[in-house]
């Protein structure tokens, strides 16, 4: 996998190793990024960031800040080494459960003009009720929430529907308030 546009394009980004991960691909990702626009100047958070391939993608794009959310110990090591080889700044790896991490950013008062959300392609219809209740307070006005999923599943979300396409096995789903 590659960084596909900005400051750091072209260079490499490792995963973790295993079944446990599903980076984006390079193909789905510049795709994400040509429906969401300019990110520059952005706060972005990455749920269930995995390889981090979304959030990394964001910040060598400008992004000011992106918060990378994965509970897997061995995902948040090869986030932060991709961090540290690319020299990005402005991020910060929380080694948490997804949930916990939206209820202490809602209780900080934070807010994001992107937060991405790429969880277990199985574990969506679980999921998506408790995402729909926790997201929106995180979303800036102007904010998009980036939904990946199997290509199979149309996400529905309280939220306005941007568009949602389909990428081989993946659903781009973008939602605004």
Known sequence: MRIVAGERRGAKIAAPKGLATRPTSDRAREAAYNLI???AGAQVLDLFAGSGAMGLEALSRGARRCVFVESDRAACRVIEDNLARLRL???VVLGKDAF??????RAAGRVYDLVLADPPYGAW???QAPLAEAIPPLL???GLLVV???ARVE???PLHLVTSRR???ARITLFSR
Do not use: I, M
């Open 37 to 39: 626009g300019p990110v």
């Open 89 to 91: 700044a402005g991020a």
């Open 100 to 105: 916990q991490a939206l209820r202490e950013e």
């Open 125 to 127: 219809s679980d999921l």
């Open 140 to 142: 800036a006005p102007a």
């Open 148 to 150: 990946e999923t199997s």
């Open 155 to 157: 996400p529905e979300l």
């Open 167 to 169: 990428y081989g096995s």
